[in-house]
């Protein structure tokens, strides 16, 4: 670009630079094209005045403007670091004057103040691509790095079809979730009380139940009269000819007392565990049990029933989908919110180590 | 559609497929099988359990 220009710095929590560069049009009058990291804003001189000093209003304050309502984004010193081309005035490097930015993207507000002098812009946020056009430049801008103080955020099309879509999806899997806990399904195929064996290490064998389909799952449900003790129980599943298929165990334990916060109980007297079985068949379950009231096993011939239900729809793999899939929602809704984070976490930071 | 949302609803669709099977088949459950017998257990082969919690931390004073 062949305009006049100038370089300026901000001193601050990390030196900033950015071009600024004089326009002038005979109907229009002058203007600033500012640019910063890739990104352009163009101002232009105002003499509205604001509702507010911005030098002593804090971070974040609203200043009006006219109709228009600018949040105070930063203050700092500018300070002239070269100048070409015809200017309006004699800069000098090193010219320093105090500047504060007001924003209400796309659109900002800034004030300069040079000894007694106040000057007032107002301006917009400019994409890059529509500036080089304006100046028929051909090639395309690079892209601006970082977040912009007056930078707007603009959703994709992608984004919004997105979010509609996570929404839609964790609703049906939020929907499938409670229909399959109010309609668990299933059919009650087995159930016995048993005694868990008194001898050391004795087990106890449940009577035959059978499985009509391949990969059944079955939801075994086990209670124990447990107080103040537990019962862990190990389970074998054998088939006909008494040859161990598969594993699997559970444990309750239920605890009350009361100590300096009050009565308090713990656990429960019922646990269940999931098990497929593969293939259709009579099977029996074989019970190892240990417990007892002590931290060691001293107790195992307690009673405790055990119950079957088969074709059981477990809940895990639509509550998995549903808290996936509104994870998801919630990041892309919060897209805005994140970008908002990053547009004021410079600034913020800022005043923090000024602190 | 845009190519990001097709492979965007493309993951939700499968998402949904892993669920419905997941529900019907178990996938990942403890599953028992003829074909993958487990070894005879001789007493209990599991190791011996104990029990820890607040229980205990209230018997023990702690």
New interface residues.
Partial sequence: MTAPKVKAKEYGWGTEWWDEFLLYSPEQGYAWLVRENGHYTLLRPTKIRPSRDPFRAGQKTTIKLGEERFQVYDTGDAVLDEAEGELTWIAKPGDTVKAVDCITPPRIFTVEKSGQELEYFVGSYVDPQEVYEAFGLKETPPAPSGIYACQPFIS???LE??KR??VA?AA??LG?FLH?MLFPGGTHIFSQDLTSSSEP?G?VTTEPFTITRP?T?CRVDVDAPVS?S?L?L?F??L?ETG???????T?V?Y?Y?S?SEGS?T??GTHDS???????P?T?RL?V?A?GGS????DQVSMPFSVRIRADY??L???L??FL??AGLAVLLFSKKAMFECRRWSPVLEDDDDDD | ??T??FF??LF?TG??V???L??????G?????????????E????P?????????L?RSGK
């Fill in positions: 994709s099309p992608s079809q997105c879509w996570s999806f049906a899997f499938l399959a290490q087990m990969d799952i103040n537990w862990w190990g074998d599943v088939d040859l161990d298929v598969g594993e699997f165990s444990q334990d605890y007392g100590d308090w713990e656990g565990a999931l098990i497929k079985i593969a293939d068949g099977y074989r190892a240990e002590g931290e060691v096993s729809k477990p895990r793999y639509y998995i989908a996936l899939t | 559609m845009t990001k949302t965007f609803v939700l998402l949904l892993f669920s419905v997941g529900t019907r088949y178990g996938i459950l403890t599953e028992a099988s003829k074909e993958d017998p487990k070894n005879v257990r007493g209990t082969a599991q011996g359990h104990s029990r820890a919690g607040r229980f205990w209230f």
